[in-house]
């Protein structure tokens, strides 16, 4: 077993049994620049503990998982040049090498389960990308949810992917995919699109409940709980569509392929938008925090 580093915060809630959410280490080191990634990061887990739980940072550092990272660490991690970007299959390499990795949906779930966490908050999943039937690009995050026993909190699939595929590969893996709040399924930087979501659920209770009923059933993998984005943050979705076409159009121009085809949209539509994408992207994360903390709540008072 890979030996699990908690921060002194984390390691005190697990003892204790009080609820611990996941986050992402990529948004800090691939999703903006230093000081700002680390401002967002410090904020988002303070979301975490004004809303009851404890916030579980979770990167790979000179090959050591932790689970939790000490403010000076995130500090660091903030400032880190030419981290890797993990995910299920280059994880394990990372850390046999003493390497130092930011972990992606996928990463982050592997870790928070072997941590015991059952609740991860994130910006949104990777999925199934435009032109995927040539180019065969769909994320590790959908096989991820599949297998692995987490409740993941996002405001959707991103909205550069194809959503109407990416909810077809998650319904055909038997990963629930639960809206809160409303009956069509978000779209990331906008708080509703065209599909509607393939369920519904309004309460954190029942949504740890469902959590827990699926361990009672053998079933494997986890569930994808799509949280709105606040309407008063949202870009409206007719405003981006030609924003990520234009964007996509430049990507396929210069040959982006690959895991840089996402970085690379972002990067290009927070450039189109004029910097509206990224602040919408805050938002949306600290909304799904908050979100998964009261979810975190709730499974910590059946479980215990």
């Known amino acids: 077993m890979i030996p699990l580093h908690r921060c002194a915060e984390v390691a005190k809630a ?4 009080t609820p611990i959410v996941a986050l992402e280490s990529t948004i800090i080191t691939h999703g903006m620049p230093y000081p700002q990634n680390l401002e967002v990061a410090r904020q988002v887990e303070a979301d975490v503990r004004a809303a009851g739980a404890t916030p579980a940072t979770i990167a790979v550092i000179n090959g050591q998982l932790h689970i939790g990272l000490e403010d000076a660490e995130l500090e660091k991690l903030a400032q880190a040049k030419g981290v890797a970007k993990l995910s299920r299959a280059d994880m394990a390499a990372c850390i046999a090498t003493g390497g130092t990795g930011a972990t992606t949906v996928a990463a982050t779930m592997i870790a928070a389960h072997l941590a015991d966490i059952c609740v991860f908050a994130t910006g949104g999943i990777g999925g199934v990308h435009k032109g995927a039937e040539t180019s065969f690009d769909i994320s590790a995050d959908l096989l991820e949810l599949a297998q692995t026993p987490v409740t993941v909190v996002a405001a959707g699939a991103k909205a550069i992917l194809d959503v109407a595929k990416t909810l077809e590969v998650l319904e055909t893996q038997g990963v629930p995919v639960i809206t809160v709040g409303q009956d069509s399924f978000p779209a990331f930087w906008s708080s509703t699109s065209a599909l509607r979501s393939p ?3 309004d309460d954190p209770a029942q949504i740890a409940a469902a ?13 994808l709980v799509a949280n709105p984005i606040p309407s008063a943050d949202e870009i409206p979705a007719a405003d981006l569509a030609p924003i990520i076409a234009t964007a996509q159009n430049d990507a396929n121009t210069h040959g982006i392929t690959g895991k840089a085809v996402t970085p690379y949209l972002l990067q290009r539509i927070f450039e189109l938008t004029e910097g509206k994408s990224l602040s919408a992207n805050i938002a949306l994360v600290r909304n799904n925090a908050r979100l998964a903390s009261r979810i975190a709540a709730a499974l910590a008072l059946k479980v215990n």
């Open 14 to 17: 697990h003892r204790d049994g």
């Open 211 to 223: 959590h827990v009923t699926r361990a009672q059933l053998g079933l494997p993998g986890g569930q």
């Open 199 to 201: 369920l519904r659920m």
